[in-house]
Nanobody, 123 residues
């Protein structure tokens, strides 16, 4: 079992930055991959970024590449999403998730999910 709790969301103006955190507990954090997903009102949940268990490999959606950075601190059992140059279309609930098989862009591969944190970007 893995428990995930996101934090760091909020309201920011376009062009601004936020850093999301996701604290994990339960299974040994360094043994699984982590991902960030988001869901805007009326839209399906979509992949944002992922990182493998040791942090060697990272993956990004084209829409956030060059603006968002995923990282992890295995000593703190935490994964981060640094979001820069935010746009109104980044507004969504952001979820972190755990992939026991290593880290993927595929939403269906993630077994555990947090409850999400709201990010709102004003124009």
């Amino acid at each position: 079992q893995v428990q995930l709790v996101e934090s760091g969301g909020g309201l920011v103006q376009a062009g601004g930055s936020l850093r999301l955190s996701c604290a994990a507990s339960g299974r040994t954090f360094s043994t699984y991959g982590m991902g960030w997903f988001r869901q805007a009102p009326g839209k399906e949940r979509e992949f944002v970024a992922a990182i493998t268990w040791r942090g060697v490999n990272t993956f990004y959606a084209d829409s956030v590449k060059g603006r968002f950075t995923i990282s992890r601190d295995n000593a703190k059992n935490t994964v981060y999403l640094q979001m820069n140059s935010l746009k109104p279309e980044d507004t969504a609930v952001y979820y972190c998730a755990a992939d026991l098989h290593g880290g993927s862009t595929n939403l269906g591969q993630y077994e555990y999910w947090g409850k999400g944190t709201q990010v709102t970007v004003s124009s």
